[in-house]
């Protein structure tokens, strides 16, 4: 219905960016690779949008820490905090101070925005690093790892390490009593290494704690070496991604060979970057109103002192608990040692990386599976890895609530002896009974067909007018029948289902006992 | 793919035995959207989207001012989030409601796997220098020798990064005759600390030293539990242990004066006081090494010596 002024005005703006994309094409040859990426498909399903929120929060995470660099001094040079001018906190005023912590109460309280920013970054920090979990839960519960995916898995858990340790050494970096206690106890840890520990530590800190050029290198870690290394993973991550192209769940029309979805331009674009705002306005939303890390009620770092309720951030809460629950063992002979905290600190969390970063390899040999896959698996429709991970999540909530031990036995009025003993007990005992509950539950589920989260797939029930009852996919009967024809009423069904008038369940999905590791059924 | 129960390519116009097409296949229109036979609807749409920018509009205002009038952390955050859910919503809506873009089906194409041939032609191209090389064993020995040695050589410059002696790991700074003193470099006398009280303290010089920290806990004349080869390394019920943990190297502050406990609030790793400070819970394998006092000629507490064993957490040649 467009007027001939409309059309005219069309093909001028058609021509305007058409002569922009010829220049480009002379010089780059981009216009197939620009199509491509313009008319690329990615499925939708709400359990993908995870990875890009991690993904935003990192762009978050790069922008406020850029601004929070221009401030902060990474210095330990001992200071007496006597500000001449602006907003004075009083409490602190005449007490020793590390340049660091100084340059962290003006950003505070002297910096103008300086605070929003300082704690959009932290919570910025904590959001990701929620994403990046979750995001991990979906793709290993749907079996997103496998063929040809195995190297994106390697490259996430590296991805996860690397965003713990960055989040744990910005923590450090304001140098206030609480972070100063969570470094003393990563220094002794790291200090008890055979052979090597007491070299690494003098290296790092440049002698013996508290050291004198740590927040120097700490500093470079933090807003250098771990942001490169961060961006360089999640460049190769996208780029692996894009290449293979997303994985999507079974469902009508879906196959090992197609995908099915929208396209990046115009719908994903401007889709992925409303989320990207709404992430930030999230973030900002915490950051303004939900105050983090107030350092100057901790106080500057030294070494005698300690607050009681030192726990870390959440998600390096399960290191710390497991530190809390490994009992007094160490190992001392031939005029050497292992001390304790190595075990706890270092053994355990080396063999919980080795297992995830080997897990796809572990998932062929289970389900003797070394095939392909772009449709990914329902969680109940593999019992066993659905068991083992419920067993690994139900671990890590154990050690994470035991660095809450104190905290805990002082809320319940306990003693944290008995806190710790039950939580020691829970490490042991809780996997296994995860493990055999989400097995059974996934049997069950099975059985039922009922889907827990997504909408019902199960059909529409009619009640008719003499008040009989029926389902719709009764009366369409096995959907699976009228595909194989070609007839034109098949894709108007993908539409139909996609839009929410479901027919009958329809996913191929294996039925999983067929699937299962020997001896794992039963 | 002809075998799908759920997609027929033909329905596509494909052949099924082909290739897929790259793209989207003909026959898929997904240039629809969804208030296009609905002007009013669109109408409606629009201003919705309209509606939310300008909350950011609002939003960004105020921002301006607010900064201009000082700043204040709460309001820049409630605006920033307003500003950011405005233009996020709007695009999303935007999308949702104007712009074309259902859902389509494409091939996976053949972007994973290359055909035989071209797996055999990077084989064959690799070989070609791979093949004279390997006819050179000499040349790689050379070159694994000549590479390790010069490894070696390129990492020194990292042994700038920390000085190489540990032994301040086995000493602090306590010495003989050294004076203890308090955070505020105070000396302090055997009566300064009450009976069941507990009091920190330094060697003279060194309040920031990271090992030197020892608690003087005055335990009055309950029974106190020591080997006999450290007889006299009190100061009648005056006792000096270390206060840094052994396990990870936490102060152990928390004094129980009714059990006579330390408890380290790390890790929760408790000291018996009376029995030689010896760990009864928690992960601190070792006791809490004991440093000799005594008072000097002015009555003030000094060490007798440095501690006899490194204090802390352990390690390797420790
Ligand atoms: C630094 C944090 C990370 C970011 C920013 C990130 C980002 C993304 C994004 C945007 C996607 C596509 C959307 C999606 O499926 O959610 C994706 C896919 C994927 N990610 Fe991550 N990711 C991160 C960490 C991880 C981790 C920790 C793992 C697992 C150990 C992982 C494994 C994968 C795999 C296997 C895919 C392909 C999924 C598929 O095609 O189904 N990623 N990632
Ligand atoms: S440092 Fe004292 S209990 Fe861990």
Same mark, same amino acid.
């Given at each position: 219905?467009?007027? =001939?002024?409309?059309?005219?005005?069309?093909?001028?703006?058609?021509?305007?960016?058409?002569?922009?994309?010829? =220049?480009?094409?002379?010089?780059?040859?981009?216009?197939?690779? *620009?199509?491509?990426?313009?008319?690329?498909?990615?499925?939708?399903?709400?359990?993908?949008?995870?990875?890009?929120?991690?993904?935003?929060?990192?762009?978050?995470?790069?922008?406020?820490?850029?601004?929070?660099?221009?401030?902060?001094?990474?210095?330990?040079?001992?200071?007496?905090?006597?500000?001449?001018?602006?907003?004075?906190?009083?409490? $602190?005023?005449?007490?020793? !101070? /590390?340049?660091?912590?100084?340059?962290?109460?003006?950003?505070?309280?002297? @910096?103008?925005?300086?605070?929003?920013?300082?704690?959009?970054?932290?919570?910025?920090?904590?959001?990701?690093?929620?994403?990046?979990?979750?995001?991990?839960?979906?793709?290993?519960?749907?079996?997103?790892?496998?063929?040809?995916?195995?190297?994106?898995?390697?490259?996430?858990?590296?991805?996860?390490?690397?965003?713990?340790?960055?989040?744990?050494?910005?923590?450090?970096?304001?140098?206030?009593?609480?972070?100063?206690?969570?470094?003393?106890?990563?220094?002794?840890?790291?200090?008890?290494?055979?052979? @090597?520990? =007491?070299?690494?530590?003098?290296?790092?800190?440049? &002698?013996?704690?508290?050291?004198? /050029?740590?927040?120097?290198?700490?500093?470079?870690?933090?807003?250098?070496?771990?942001?490169?290394?961060?961006?360089?993973?999640?460049?190769?991550?996208? !780029?692996?991604?894009?290449?293979?192209?997303?994985?999507?769940?079974?469902?009508?029309?879906?196959?090992?060979?197609?995908?099915?979805?929208?396209?990046?331009?115009?719908?994903?674009? #401007?889709?992925?970057?409303?989320?990207? !705002?709404?992430?930030?306005?999230?973030?900002?939303?915490?950051?303004?109103?939900?105050?983090?890390?107030?350092?100057? #009620?901790?106080?500057?770092?030294?070494? %005698?002192?300690?607050?009681?309720?030192?726990?870390?951030?959440? %998600?390096?809460?399960? *290191?710390?608990?497991?530190?809390?629950?490994?009992?007094?063992?160490?190992?001392?002979?031939?005029?050497?040692?292992?001390?304790?905290?190595?075990?706890? +600190?270092?053994?355990?969390?080396?063999?919980?990386? /080795?297992?995830?970063?080997?897990?796809?390899?572990?998932?062929?040999?289970?389900?003797?599976?070394?095939?392909?896959?772009?449709?990914?698996?329902?969680?109940?429709?593999?019992?066993?890895?659905?068991?083992?991970?419920?067993?690994?999540?139900?671990?890590?909530?154990?050690?994470?609530?035991?660095?809450?031990?104190?905290?805990?036995?002082?809320?319940?009025?306990?003693?944290?002896?008995?806190?710790?003993?039950?939580?020691? %007990?829970?490490? $042991?005992?809780?996997?296994?009974?995860?493990?055999?509950?989400?097995?059974?539950?996934?049997?069950?589920?099975?059985?039922?067909?009922?889907?827990?989260?997504?909408?019902?797939?199960?059909?529409?029930?009619?009640?008719?007018?003499?008040?009989?009852?029926?389902?719709?996919?009764?009366?369409?009967?096995?959907?699976?029948?009228?595909?194989?024809?070609?007839?034109?009423?098949?894709?108007?069904?993908?539409?139909?289902?996609?839009? +929410?008038?479901?027919?009958?369940?329809?996913?191929?999905?294996?039925?999983?006992?067929?699937?299962?590791?020997?001896?794992?059924?039963? | 793919?002809?075998?799908?129960?759920?997609?027929?390519?033909?329905?596509?116009?494909?052949?099924?035995?082909?290739?897929?097409?790259?793209?989207?296949?003909?026959?898929?229109?997904?240039?629809?959207?969804?208030?296009?036979?609905?002007?009013?609807?669109?109408?409606?749409?629009?201003?919705?989207?309209?509606?939310?920018?300008?909350?950011?509009? $609002?939003?960004?205002?105020?921002?301006?001012?607010?900064?201009?009038?000082?700043?204040?952390?709460?309001?820049?955050?409630? *605006?920033?989030?307003?500003?950011?859910?405005?233009?996020?919503?709007?695009?999303?809506?935007?999308?949702?409601?104007?712009?074309?873009?259902?859902?389509?089906?494409?091939?996976?194409?053949?972007?994973?796997?290359?055909?035989?041939?071209?797996?055999?032609?990077?084989?064959?191209?690799?070989?070609?220098?791979?093949?004279?090389?390997?006819?050179?064993?000499?040349?790689?020995? !050379?070159?694994?020798?000549?590479?390790?040695?010069?490894?070696?050589?390129?990492?020194?410059?990292?042994?700038?990064?920390?000085?190489?002696?540990?032994?301040?790991?086995?000493?602090?700074?306590?010495? @003989?005759?050294?004076?203890?003193?308090?955070?505020?470099?105070?000396?302090?006398?055997?009566?300064?600390?009450?009976?069941?009280?507990?009091?920190?303290?330094?060697?003279?010089?060194?309040?920031?030293?990271? *090992?030197?920290?020892?608690?003087?806990?005055?335990?009055?004349?309950?029974?106190?539990?020591?080997?006999?080869?450290?007889?006299?390394?009190?100061?009648?019920?005056?006792?000096?242990?270390?206060?840094?943990?052994?396990?990870?190297?936490?102060?152990?502050?928390?004094?129980?004066?009714?059990?006579?406990?330390?408890?380290?609030?790390?890790?929760?790793?408790?000291?018996?006081?009376?029995?030689?400070?010896?760990?009864?819970?928690?992960?601190?394998?070792?006791?809490?090494?004991?440093?000799?006092?005594?008072?000097?000629?002015?009555?003030?507490?000094?060490?007798?010596?440095?501690?006899?064993?490194?204090?802390?957490? &352990?390690?390797?040649?420790?």
């Amino acid at each position: 219905m467009s007027t =001939t002024e409309e059309r005219a005005a069309e093909q001028k703006r058609y021509a305007a960016g058409k002569s922009v994309l010829d =220049t480009v094409d002379e010089r780059f040859g981009s216009s197939r690779f *620009l199509t491509s990426v313009l008319d690329k498909i990615f499925p939708d399903h709400w359990s993908f949008m995870v990875g890009e929120i991690a993904m935003d929060s990192l762009i978050i995470l790069i922008i406020t820490g850029i601004y929070l660099a221009l401030f902060y001094v990474p210095s330990s040079t001992d200071v007496i905090y006597a500000p001449t001018s602006g907003h004075v906190y009083a409490p $602190l005023v005449g007490q020793h !101070m /590390t340049e660091a912590y100084q340059s962290v109460i003006n950003l505070s309280f002297n @910096v103008r925005a300086g605070l929003i920013m300082r704690q959009a970054h932290h919570w910025a920090a904590l959001v990701f690093l929620a994403a990046v979990l979750f995001h991990l839960c979906r793709v290993f519960f749907t079996g997103a790892f496998r063929k040809p995916r195995e190297v994106n898995w390697i490259i996430g858990v590296t991805l996860w390490l690397v965003v713990i340790l960055e989040g744990f050494t910005g923590y450090s970096l304001p140098d206030d009593l609480l972070s100063g206690t969570g470094l003393r106890v990563i220094y002794s840890i790291v200090e008890g290494l055979p052979l @090597v520990g =007491t070299w690494i530590v003098y290296d790092f800190w440049g &002698g013996s704690y508290p050291g004198t /050029t740590f927040l120097t290198r700490l500093f470079v870690i933090h807003e250098f070496i771990f942001p490169l290394l961060i961006v360089g993973l999640l460049t190769a991550h996208l !780029m692996i991604l894009w290449h293979q192209k997303h994985s999507d769940f079974p469902g009508p029309g879906k196959t090992e060979t197609n995908i099915r979805g929208s396209r990046v331009w115009p719908q994903y674009a #401007l889709k992925a970057g409303g989320l990207f !705002m709404i992430v930030t306005g999230t973030i900002f939303l915490l950051a303004g109103e939900i105050q983090i890390n107030p350092v100057w #009620l901790y106080g500057p770092y030294n070494p %005698y002192t300690v607050s009681i309720g030192a726990q870390p951030d959440w %998600y390096l809460g399960w *290191l710390d608990g497991s530190v809390r629950l490994w009992p007094h063992w160490e190992f001392a002979s031939f005029g050497h040692e292992i001390p304790n905290p190595v075990f706890p +600190g270092i053994l355990i969390p080396g063999l919980l990386f /080795t297992t995830i970063y080997a897990w796809p390899w572990l998932d062929k040999k289970i389900y003797s599976d070394y095939g392909a896959h772009n449709l990914l698996d329902r969680p109940r429709d593999k019992p066993f890895r659905t068991g083992v991970g419920v067993a690994a999540i139900v671990f890590f909530a154990d050690l994470t609530i035991a660095c809450g031990s104190d905290i805990l036995a002082n809320d319940f009025h306990v003693g944290f002896e008995r806190v710790i003993e039950v939580l020691q %007990y829970g490490a $042991l005992l809780g996997p296994v009974v995860g493990f055999v509950i989400a097995y059974k539950a996934c049997q069950a589920l099975q059985r039922t067909g009922a889907h827990p989260i997504q909408r019902p797939l199960g059909g529409v029930i009619i009640r008719s007018a003499n008040g009989a009852y029926h389902t719709l996919s009764d009366h369409h009967g096995n959907g699976h029948g009228d595909n194989g024809h070609g007839d034109n009423g098949h894709g108007d069904k993908a539409d139909a289902v996609a839009n +929410g008038h479901g027919t009958a369940e329809e996913a191929p999905a294996p039925v999983g006992a067929a699937d299962e590791p020997a001896g794992a059924s039963d | 793919m002809s075998d799908s129960p759920y997609f027929d390519p033909r329905h596509y116009g494909i052949d099924p035995h082909g290739p897929w097409p790259e793209d989207v296949p003909k026959g898929q229109d997904d240039s629809h959207w969804r208030y296009e036979n609905d002007p009013k609807g669109a109408r409606r749409a629009e201003l919705r989207v309209a509606f939310c920018w300008s909350l950011t509009l $609002l939003a960004s205002i105020g921002l301006a001012w607010v900064y201009v009038a000082g700043g204040q952390t709460q309001v820049e955050g409630a *605006l920033w989030a307003m500003a950011f859910f405005g233009l996020g919503v709007g695009f999303i809506l935007w999308a949702r409601d104007l712009l074309p873009g259902t859902e389509v089906t494409a091939s996976r194409g053949h972007h994973d796997v290359c055909a035989e041939e071209d797996r055999r032609a990077v084989a064959e191209s690799l070989t070609r220098g791979i093949e004279p090389m390997a006819r050179r064993p000499f040349l790689f020995k !050379m070159l694994g020798a000549v590479g390790g040695v010069f490894g070696v050589a390129a990492v020194f410059p990292l042994a700038s990064l920390g000085p190489r002696v540990h032994l301040d790991l086995d000493h602090t700074k306590w010495g @003989v005759g050294t004076r203890a003193v308090t955070e505020d470099g105070n000396p302090v006398l055997p009566t300064d600390v009450a009976v069941n009280g507990i009091l920190t303290v330094f060697p003279e010089g060194y309040i920031t030293d990271a *090992l030197s920290p020892t608690l003087l806990i005055n335990v009055g004349d309950l029974p106190f539990e020591i080997p006999p080869s450290r007889e006299g390394w009190t100061i009648n019920g005056l006792v000096a242990f270390s206060k840094i943990c052994t396990h990870a190297g936490c102060p152990a502050s928390l004094y129980n004066v009714q059990s006579h406990q330390l408890v380290c609030p790390c890790h929760q790793s408790t000291f018996d006081v009376l029995s030689d400070c010896k760990p009864v819970f928690g992960p601190a394998p070792r006791p809490l090494p004991q440093l000799p006092i005594t008072t000097d000629i002015d009555g003030y507490v000094v060490s007798q010596s440095d501690y006899h064993e490194p204090v802390g957490p &352990g390690f390797w040649d420790r």
